[in-house]
Protein backbone atom coordinates (compact mmCIF):
# COMPACT_ATOMS: atom_id res chain seq x y z
CA UNK A 1 0.00 0.00 0.00
CA UNK A 2 1.22 3.56 -0.74
CA UNK A 3 0.65 6.17 1.42
CA UNK A 4 0.25 9.87 0.81
CA UNK A 5 -0.01 12.98 4.16
CA UNK A 6 -1.48 15.75 3.56
CA UNK A 7 -3.04 18.58 5.28
CA UNK A 8 0.12 20.58 6.90
CA UNK A 9 0.72 23.75 7.60
CA UNK A 10 1.78 26.94 9.59
CA UNK A 11 -0.72 27.55 12.12
CA UNK A 12 -1.11 29.91 15.42
CA UNK A 13 -1.14 28.35 18.98
CA UNK A 14 -4.40 27.44 20.13
CA UNK A 15 -5.62 26.83 16.18
CA UNK A 16 -6.60 23.82 14.58
CA UNK A 17 -5.53 21.80 11.54
CA UNK A 18 -6.75 18.11 9.69
CA UNK A 19 -4.14 16.13 8.48
CA UNK A 20 -5.66 13.45 5.84
CA UNK A 21 -3.13 10.64 4.61
CA UNK A 22 -4.57 9.09 1.49
CA UNK A 23 -3.71 5.46 0.73
CA UNK A 24 -3.71 3.27 -2.72
CA UNK A 25 -5.09 -0.18 -2.78
CA UNK A 26 -7.99 -2.27 -1.98
CA UNK A 27 -6.06 -3.38 1.46
CA UNK A 28 -6.44 -0.41 3.02
CA UNK A 29 -8.86 -1.19 5.69
CA UNK A 30 -6.97 -4.55 6.74
CA UNK A 31 -4.32 -2.94 8.20
CA UNK A 32 -4.12 -0.52 11.60
CA UNK A 33 -3.44 2.96 10.85
CA UNK A 34 -0.71 5.24 12.53
CA UNK A 35 0.25 8.81 12.90
CA UNK A 36 3.60 9.34 14.10
CA UNK A 37 6.03 12.57 14.14
CA UNK A 38 9.16 13.96 14.58
CA UNK A 39 10.57 17.91 15.44
CA UNK A 40 14.06 18.68 14.64
CA UNK A 41 16.65 17.05 16.78
CA UNK A 42 14.29 14.02 17.95
CA UNK A 43 13.66 10.80 17.41
CA UNK A 44 10.26 9.76 15.47
CA UNK A 45 7.55 9.23 18.00
CA UNK A 46 4.08 7.54 18.30
CA UNK A 47 1.16 9.79 18.02
CA UNK A 48 -1.98 8.05 17.50
CA UNK A 49 -3.18 4.71 16.13
CA UNK A 50 -6.76 3.05 14.85
CA UNK A 51 -7.70 -0.53 14.21
CA UNK A 52 -9.49 -1.49 10.77
CA UNK A 53 -12.96 -0.76 11.56
CA UNK A 54 -12.25 2.38 13.46
CA UNK A 55 -13.88 0.92 16.67
CA UNK A 56 -10.48 0.89 18.67
CA UNK A 57 -7.80 4.13 18.99
CA UNK A 58 -5.12 4.60 20.65
CA UNK A 59 -3.18 8.33 21.77
CA UNK A 60 -0.12 9.55 22.86
CA UNK A 61 -0.15 11.32 26.18
CA UNK A 62 0.85 14.74 24.97
CA UNK A 63 -1.85 14.46 22.89
CA UNK A 64 -5.19 12.93 24.56
CA UNK A 65 -8.23 15.31 24.83
CA UNK A 66 -6.75 17.60 21.57
CA UNK A 67 -6.17 15.11 18.32
CA UNK A 68 -8.66 12.78 17.50
CA UNK A 69 -7.54 10.11 14.84
CA UNK A 70 -10.40 8.29 12.38
CA UNK A 71 -10.62 6.51 9.02
CA UNK A 72 -13.42 6.17 6.23
CA UNK A 73 -12.20 3.12 4.84
CA UNK A 74 -14.45 3.81 1.83
CA UNK A 75 -12.52 6.53 0.60
CA UNK A 76 -9.05 4.47 1.93
CA UNK A 77 -8.49 7.51 3.92
CA UNK A 78 -7.51 8.50 7.23
CA UNK A 79 -7.15 11.56 9.69
CA UNK A 80 -5.83 13.57 12.66
CA UNK A 81 -7.66 16.31 13.48
CA UNK A 82 -5.53 18.66 15.68
CA UNK A 83 -7.07 21.22 18.24
CA UNK A 84 -5.47 23.48 20.75
CA UNK A 85 -2.44 23.26 18.62
CA UNK A 86 0.68 23.77 20.88
CA UNK A 87 4.33 24.92 19.50
CA UNK A 88 6.03 21.66 20.90
CA UNK A 89 3.28 19.77 18.13
CA UNK A 90 5.35 21.43 15.93
CA UNK A 91 6.97 18.36 13.50
CA UNK A 92 6.64 16.44 10.10
CA UNK A 93 3.74 14.11 10.96
CA UNK A 94 3.86 10.99 9.01
CA UNK A 95 1.27 8.13 8.76
CA UNK A 96 1.78 4.97 8.42
CA UNK A 97 0.20 1.19 8.15
CA UNK A 98 0.70 -2.12 10.08
CA UNK A 99 -0.76 -4.83 12.20
CA UNK A 100 -0.60 -5.90 15.57
CA UNK A 101 -2.46 -6.10 18.87
CA UNK A 102 -5.25 -3.82 19.17
CA UNK A 103 -4.65 -3.85 22.99
CA UNK A 104 -1.43 -2.49 21.77
CA UNK A 105 -1.26 -0.51 19.00
CA UNK A 106 1.73 2.09 19.82
CA UNK A 107 3.98 -1.62 19.33
CA UNK A 108 2.53 -2.75 16.68
CA UNK A 109 4.68 -3.52 13.83
CA UNK A 110 4.77 -1.24 10.77
CA UNK A 111 5.12 -1.85 7.07
CA UNK A 112 4.30 1.04 5.41
CA UNK A 113 5.01 4.86 5.65
CA UNK A 114 3.93 7.84 3.99
CA UNK A 115 5.76 10.84 3.11
CA UNK A 116 5.72 13.47 6.13
CA UNK A 117 3.96 16.75 6.13
CA UNK A 118 5.56 19.43 7.85
CA UNK A 119 3.37 21.37 10.72
CA UNK A 120 4.40 24.18 12.83
CA UNK A 121 2.92 26.12 15.25
CA UNK A 122 3.87 29.59 16.09
CA UNK A 123 3.93 30.81 20.06
Known amino acids: VQLQASGGGLVQAGGSLRLSCEAS????????MHWFRQAPGKEREFVAA????????QYADSVKGRFTISRDNAKNTMYLQMNSLKPEDTAVYYC?????????????????WGKGTQVTVSS
Open 96 to 112: AAGWGSEANMEESSIGY
Open 25 to 32: GRTFRTYM
Open 50 to 57: INWNGGRT
